[in-house]
Structures are given as C-alpha cells and as structure tokens.
C-alpha cells in the first residue's frame, strides 16, 4: 500500500458506510474530511489523493496541479457523452491526473480504466435506511398497485393518465406533485403526456410513511416536500448518524395494502441508472413494472438481478420509441390488474427472493469492486 493522504471534501455518508463494513474504499489511508483545504496539506510528505463533488460541474474551478490523484465522484448519472465530460474536468481542475466514481452514465459511454461506473449509490441507502419486513402474500389487498410517482415528468404524467383512463386510479394507491423547479415540459402531440392536477389518494393519509407523512404535512410548499429533503426523525445505519433522505423509506402500510408497483424513472431518456425507485420492491420483494429508459430492465440484469420475463411480457424494454415502450409496459399493468395475485407472486417467489439476497449483497460488493479500482490507482502514485 502506497503512503498517502485522502481529502475527502464530499462529507458522503457512502465513503464512511465502506469503512463501517470493512470494504474502506482508501485501505488504511488516513482520511480528512472537511469541505476547505486542510490546514499545511500541500507540505504533508504523503502523495495526496483528493475526492471531489463532481456531477454537472457543481465544484467551481480550482487549481489541482498539485494532487497526485483526484477522484471526482458522484451517486448521479452523467448525461453528457464520455469526452465531453473528460475534457471539461480536466479543464475544471488543470490536471489529467483524474479518476471518476459515477452513478450512471449514458449507455453509448465507452469503458475506461478511469472511470468506475455504477456506484449503486441509491440502492445502498436504501438498503441502509430500512429494516427487513416479511410481507404476507396470502393475506387479502385492497388496492391493486402504488404508483408513488413524485413531482411531474412525461412518464409519469403518462402513468397517472392511463390510470384514470383505464379506470384502475382508484383501485390504486397514487400520488403525484407539481413540479418544483417548473421544469416539466406540456407535450400537445400526445394526451398522456399532459400535465396533471396534483393528486394524492386519500388512503394515503393513513397508509403513507408515519415520518414521511408527517414531512410532507409540515411543508409549507411544493419545494419542501420534494423526496430530496431528509427527515430529521430517521437515520442510515452504520457508525455516523446521517439522517435519511425521504425518498429512500420504504412504504411498509402501502405495500401490505397493495400488490403490484409501478417504477417510473426520474429521467425518462437513454440513461444507465438504478435509484431508489427500483431499489425497494425489490428489498419488498415485489412484483414491478418500469417506465423509464430503452434498456433499463437488461442493465439491471446486468448487476446480477433477475426480471420478470415469463411471468409478464418484457420486451417492452428493448423498443426505441418512447411512447410505444410506454404502451407495452402498460398492457403488462393491464395483465396484472387482471391476474390472481397470489398465484401471479407464488410463481414469481424465485426470483423475488433472488433479487433480495442479491441487493443485500450487492453493498459489500459494489464496495470491494470499488476498493479494487481505487487501489489500481493508488498503487501507482
């Protein structure tokens, strides 16, 4: 192990979690977290090795010359092509002496020795911010699905459309919010993809979160109940006491009370990359249906989980055409909506319970596979 000396100016719950499970991704270097320079760093006789906030050039310009390695990290997606990213962080920092640590990438990106890619960031902290519950697929469900849509975007505006259209808004457990940052774009070609009136289904009063209800009543508007914001009542486990991102707590009342999920991505566009979204079904042992990127279903699969092929018609996966993939995956929540559910998860136990074990591993080995990059790195400073 090479003698150095880490900066961490991230402060991220992840870097210390990797520690508390015995997979530190630096090894046994010493590490200084605080987001300023250190006092007297740049006269430590260590190599120094710097790990910054890097997604959508948020870290203003500075003069890194000096670090003989700088990881410039994110739990995010990045969304521009691979070269164009490369050139502007070393622009941003003056050196080429860079490593990336990102949570997706577009799927045309390139491998590259610089770069580790995913970092299942969402998944871990899901899996951190909740305990196990055993759920009873024998027992009576009066709702048919929970859609948990969030703020708008064209999918899930499509979703909750269809919902209505279909009827099945009602048999289900929904809700939706405006959009806070006024981003969402009307499309006048396609009636799915018009906005919606914020909707929130009554059951949800009682059924929701006890601490994330509790939240969203206290906002005083739509920004404050945005699922970014954390709760002050429920903390990750592990050594330090983080509080719990909202978005990352499971629904336990929704899902005891409701049998299908409809996982309808943040960003609907070409993108490699698993949130939280698709992180608790799973861990609740779900059946799930995804409206989201061409291919998201296979890059899942990618990482060592299984899907629900043959029990539902998954090529809607593989079709191009945005608005065609959503019609697909909805004739599969029409199936659903007909189908005798405890049969439908009797047949489907094998891979639930798949998929469980392999996101309770998934930490640990997300973790060592990093700890191994890093160390390609290091060892040669």
């Not at 995804?290 to 291919?295: D, E, H, I, P, R």
């Amino acid at each position: 192990m090479k003698d150095f000396v880490v900066w961490d100016s991230t402060g991220d719950y992840l870097l210390d979690l990797s520690k508390h499970l015995g997979t530190p991704w630096f090894g046994s270097a010493r590490i200084v977290t605080q987001f300023s320079l250190p006092d007297g760093l740049l006269t430590w006789p260590q190599k120094k090795v710097l790990i910054v906030p890097w997604w959508r050039y948020d870290h203003p310009p500075v003069d890194y010359s000096w670090a003989d390695l700088v990881v410039c990290y994110t739990r995010e997606l990045i969304h521009e092509d691979w070269d164009t990213y490369l050139s502007k962080s070393i622009e941003n920092f003056n050196t080429d002496r860079l490593i990336f640590v990102m949570g997706g990438k577009i799927s045309s990106a390139p491998n590259d020795p610089r770069l580790f890619c995913p970092l299942l960031g969402f998944f871990h902290c899901t899996v951190m911010a909740n305990d196990v519950h055993e759920y009873d697929i024998t027992k009576s469900r009066p709702y048919l699905f929970d859609a948990m849509l969030g703020i708008m975007r064209r999918n899930r505006a499509y979703v909750f459309n269809r919902l209505v259209e279909d009827g099945l808004l009602d048999q289900s457990l929904v809700s939706i919010m405006q959009d806070p940052f006024n981003s969402y774009q009307v499309n006048p070609t396609n009636a799915y993809y018009q906005s919606v009136n914020e909707y929130t289904s009554p059951a949800l009063e009682y059924l929701d979160d006890p601490s994330v209800h509790k939240f969203k009543q206290s906002a005083t508007t739509t920004r404050e109940r945005y699922s970014a914001n954390i709760l002050t009542d429920r903390f990750y486990k592990g050594q330090v006491k983080r509080p719990v991102q909202m978005s990352q707590i499971i629904p336990v009342r929704v899902y005891e009370n409701s049998w299908f999920s409809i996982v309808v991505k943040t960003n609907p566009s070409d993108f490699d990359f698993l949130t939280e979204k698709t992180a608790k079904p799973i861990m609740a042992r779900r059946i799930f249906v995804v409206f989201g990127s061409q291919g998201i279903l296979a890059f899942l699969r990618q990482q060592g989980f299984r899907t629900f092929d043959g029990l539902i018609d998954e090529s809607y996966d593989q079709e191009p055409n945005e608005l065609k993939r959503y019609d697909m995956a909805w004739q599969q929540i029409r199936r659903l909506a007909e189908c005798d559910p405890v049969q439908m998860y009797q047949q489907a136990q094998p891979v639930l319970d798949h998929n469980f074990n392999t996101l309770m591993d998934c930490t640990r080995k997300n973790f060592s596979d990093l700890q191994r990059f890093i160390k390609s790195h290091t060892d040669r400073l």
